[in-house]
């Protein structure tokens, strides 16, 4: 029998337009981590894994691994300064976020996404204000919470927009 992502409920925030600088990052943040498993609900294994782009390794499930790697290097290795093992990718796979998804990975892989998030918001917990300072560095240079914040929203819109292509590209279904 082949495996199917699950239906989810659409119970992404409803942003508040006025709140201060870091409950507004962090509510986009989460409303783009509630997107994710809306993106992929109901499409099998296969179809998490199909390249349906010509010219593109990019497929639903690389791009889910993928965010399970930002949120861990962002939040885990830059900060809170620890030291992290990678995942999927890493010297002789330096894609393999992108590229090493099977079907067999698929359910595992979705399961690891909510899993990394649920300890990036709890890495987040004692965070207050945006000006604090990470603990770790990013390229030997020192970073603030509001940077790793912005570049986080970032990374969501722009690989929410590949997966909304990637998903009509599978079976038509689009949406934000």
Known sequence: MTWTAPE???????LDMTADEL??????????????????AGLTSEELCRQPVPGSTLS???VVRHLIEVERYWLTDVLLGE???????????????????????APADLERFEDEVAQARRHLTGVGSADEMAKGLRHGKPVNVRWILVHLVEEY???????DM??????????Y
């Open 8 to 14: 989810v409920a659409d119970e992404r925030p409803d």
């Open 23 to 40: 409950p507004g990052l962090l509510e986009w943040l989460e409303m783009y981590r509630a997107t994710v498993p809306l993106k992929v």
């Open 60 to 62: 639903l499930l690389g």
């Open 83 to 105: 030291d992290s093992p990678d995942i999927y990718s890493h010297r002789e796979a330096p894609e393999g976020d992108f590229e090493l998804g099977t079907p067999q990975s």
């Open 157 to 163: 819109a722009r690989h929410l927009g590949h997966m």
């Open 166 to 175: 990637l998903r009509g590209a599978v079976d038509g279904r689009l949406g």
